[in-house]
Nanobody, 122 residues
Framework: VQLQASGGGLVQAGESLRLSCAASGRTFSSDVMGWFRQAPGKEREFVARINWSGVQTDYANSVKGRFTISRDRAENAVHLQMNSLKPEDTAIYFC????????????????WGRGTLVTVSS
């Protein structure tokens, strides 16, 4: 599975951005797509995920109510609409593809795209 993220940029606090992640290759091997982010000096953290049917979504508490993840079946892509951005949202955003491990009750993310930088100024 190959993933290509795009849409990052520099915005002011309160503004919006829309990230996109185009997937290609053996996408049928993955049943969930997600977004993660890594701020300077911090560890990578989960942001949002969506299953391939688009029915189930989940968000980090820090972005609930502001970010929306969605998928586009026609384009084989996943989007992250980010509204009311805050300076603390500044990070490199990565998209990932994976599956749910029912044995260990956890998500596994073997496929990662290159990140796209989001910078929110105050």
């Amino acid at each position: 599975v190959q993933l290509q993220a795009s849409g990052g940029g520099l915005v002011q606090a309160g503004e919006s951005l829309r990230l996109s992640c185009a997937a290609s290759g053996r996408t049928f091997s993955s049943d969930v797509m997600g977004w993660f982010r890594q701020a300077p000096g911090k560890e990578r953290e989960f942001v949002a995920r969506i299953n391939w049917s688009g029915v189930q979504t989940d968000y980090a508490n820090s972005v609930k109510g502001r970010f929306t993840i969605s998928r586009d079946r026609a384009e084989n892509a996943v989007h992250l609409q980010m509204n009311s951005l805050k300076p603390e949202d500044t990070a490199i955003y990565f998209c990932a593809a994976g599956q749910y491990n029912r044995a260990y009750l956890t998500y596994e993310w073997p496929y990662w795209g290159r990140g796209t930088l989001v910078t929110v100024s105050s």
